[in-house]
């Protein structure tokens, strides 16, 4: 069969147009995020996507258009081109102030030569609204029930003027003008359930990749995130020299506390504990990363700190959580804590010498009466 036996509409190919353009952005993007996190550069999913979201249909817009420059019939993908602009105001949720839209416009208009024309002023006009109306429905109706319906209203509001704009410029037909108008409310629906879909999709891979990384109950990094960390960050600090140092505590008489208070009381004890050490390393440097690794243990690995750089922070967390009571109206519990602490060396061959030593250092505390720091 040749591809002249493939009778399709225009409609049904500009379709599958759109979906491809719009399924090449999100294969790429998540290839350019992957690719970002290997890495472990600090560029959020929200940067990138803005970032990107904004050259790739620029690109997309611009490169169509050549096809038509010029032509008296230069209207022709013009619903592609509001596609695009939905896409970038209200599924990216970018924000364009007016002094940096106005630019764009006028870059598009002249490269599509009808700067010149006041239909096309007034369409530039309507386009800048439409962008920023967009986003305000976005902003205030997100996840909101009405929020489809809204997203509609405002997209046939729009679309009507800104064909209006283009029947006034290139004279065509009326009945060009109702069927341009009806294609772009069927792509606009299509691409709201094709997005919302994909979105879906997507915060679902979040959660589950949140999930297998975090701990549930103390909300901190699990033992998976804390293996993958630090193989990273010991390869790193050997290949760079670069100082790296971690601390290791467990609560003291955890089993007790389970027994004597119950396991409710235990886990309230944990997430406490969490609690005070989150405070006091974003107090000190959020860029130090914390773990529960075990029932009762935990983990912070602090790069780029040697072990006397560290002792501000230890301290703090050592003298905060021994001075905490966990109390209810039946119990009143007073915490305890016993620490290791030690850095990278050059005799460390892999990150599990390193784990090792510091877990020496913090069983040296427990042998040696609890409630200590043990250093080396």
């Not at 886990?267 to 504990?273: S, W």
């Not at 072990?307 to 109390?327: D, P, R, S």
Request: charged share 15%.
């Amino acid at each position: 069969m040749t591809w002249s036996d493939w009778q399709l509409p225009p409609f049904v190919t500009s379709v599958f147009f759109v979906l491809g353009v719009l399924t090449l952005y999100w294969v790429t993007f998540n290839w350019i995020s992957s690719w970002v996190h290997s890495r472990r550069i600090n560029i959020s999913d929200d940067t990138i996507s803005t970032w990107y979201g904004v050259i790739y249909m620029l690109i997309f817009v611009f490169s169509i258009q050549t096809l038509v420059v010029g032509k008296g019939d230069s209207w022709q993908f013009m619903n592609f081109q509001l596609i695009a602009i939905t896409f970038c105001a209200f599924f990216l949720s970018i924000h364009v102030p007016y002094y940096f839209f106005f630019p764009i416009v006028l870059v598009y208009m002249v490269f599509n030569q009808s700067i010149g024309y006041w239909q096309s002023w007034g369409h530039a006009i309507t386009l800048m609204a439409f962008f920023w109306t967009l986003n305000i429905v976005r902003l205030k109706f997100h996840n909101n029930r009405y929020e489809p319906i809204i997203y509609m209203l405002t997209v046939i509001s729009f679309g009507g003027p800104l064909w209006i704009w283009m029947k006034l410029k290139f004279d065509f037909v009326w009945g060009t003008f109702w069927q341009e108008w009806l294609y772009l409310i069927i792509f606009e629906a299509l691409l709201y359930v094709y997005i919302t879909m994909l979105s879906n999709d997507t915060e679902l891979k979040l959660r589950l990749a949140k999930f297998a990384s975090h701990d549930a109950l103390t909300k901190t990094e699990n033992f998976a995130a804390y293996t993958d960390d630090i193989k990273y960050l010991f390869e790193e600090s050997m290949q760079n020299g670069q100082a790296l140092s971690m601390m290791m505590f467990d609560i003291d008489h955890f089993k007790m506390i389970n027994d004597t208070y119950g396991h409710l009381a235990g886990d309230q004890v944990l997430r406490q504990v969490s609690s005070v050490v989150q405070v006091v390393l974003s107090a000190n440097d959020p860029k130090v990363k914390f773990y529960r690794t075990g029932g009762e243990e935990f983990n912070i690995i602090f790069p780029g700190y040697d072990v006397e750089e560290t002792k501000t922070t230890v301290n703090q967390i050592f003298t905060a959580i021994n001075h905490l009571e966990v109390k209810s109206e039946t119990y009143n519990i007073k915490i305890s804590i016993s620490v290791g602490v030690s850095e990278i060396t050059a005799d460390d061959k892999s990150s599990i010498d390193f784990y090792n030593r510091v877990d020496q250092n913090l069983y040296h505390s427990k042998r040696n009466g609890r409630m200590q720091i043990t250093i080396t």
